[in-house]
């Protein structure tokens, strides 16, 4: 089974400090694409950063940075000078390959709260 | 952003009943796909489509259906629903099918 793997339910982090959001995958395909996506309490889900299977250069997003692991299907996300509007549920997604078209597949999240 | 919308953005029903949640998109994605949301489930496929009249099964889809008649347009429907259909539904389009996905806001659905 193609799966996303999110170990930490919760995490919380000072602001102006630095955290890491962990997230492994399963899949036998050698070309992919990885994402974060960002939940706020409004619900929306809004793209946090994007990273091809393919580059070995890590994605940087202003503030956020992945930890791309190819060999060890492993794909975290930095968030420095967290600041109180990062609170909010983070989802790590990657591209499946199915039925000649790709699909999301999303792990179950991470709570992050920012501290004051 | 693709200018996306869903409606109604919040609905109660009652078992049994037909349910169609529609989506709108501006953006003239070609992909159009339907999510739920659901406590300790993250977000699970429901149906996408890869055009006009083309459609396909996600990994949740069984009590679902959809249509997709225009670009712009992509109606999820619960013939009859359920108590465990209740939910929250994202609508997402992409231009290509490896492309990101851009999320409209959701509709929180109770059935009752």
């Known amino acids: 089974a193609q799966t996303v793997t999110q170990s930490q339910p919760e995490m919380s982090v000072q602001e102006a400090e630095t955290v890491t959001l962990s997230c492994t995958y399963d899949?036998?395909?050698?070309?992919?694409?990885l994402f974060w996506y960002k939940q706020p309490p409004s619900r929306q889900m809004i793209l946090v950063i994007r990273?091809?299977?393919?580059?070995?250069q890590n994605a940087t997003e202003n503030r956020f940075s992945v930890n791309f692991q190819k060999a060890a299907k492993s794909f975290s996300l930095k968030i420095s000078d967290s600041q109180l509007g990062d609170a909010a549920m983070y989802f790590c997604?990657?591209?499946?390959?199915?039925?000649?078209?790709?699909?999301?597949?999303f792990g179950k999240g991470t709570k992050l709260t920012v501290n004051p | 952003d693709a200018g996306i919308t869903q409606s109604p953005r919040h609905k109660v029903t009652e078992t049994g009943t037909p349910v169609t949640l529609r989506c709108h998109q501006t953006?003239?994605?070609?992909?159009m796909y339907w999510y739920r949301q659901d406590p300790g489930h993250g977000l699970r496929l429901i149906h996408y489509?890869?055009?006009?009249?083309?459609?396909d099964k996600g990994e949740v889809s069984d009590g679902y259906s959809v249509s997709r008649s225009k670009t712009e347009d992509f109606l999820l429907t619960l013939e009859s629903a359920t108590s465990s259909q209740t939910s929250v539904y994202f609508c997402?389009?992409?231009?290509?099918?490896?492309?990101?996905?851009?999320f409209g806001p959701g509709t929180r659905l109770l059935v009752l």
């Open positions: 489509s890869y055009g006009v009249k083309d459609t």
């Open positions: 997402a389009t992409s231009r290509t099918s490896y492309e990101t996905q851009y």
């Open positions: 990273q091809e299977a393919y580059k070995q």
């Open positions: 899949t036998s395909e050698s070309d992919y694409y």
């Open positions: 997604a990657y591209t499946l390959l199915q039925g000649g078209s790709e699909k999301l597949v």
């Open positions: 953006e003239n994605h070609r992909y």
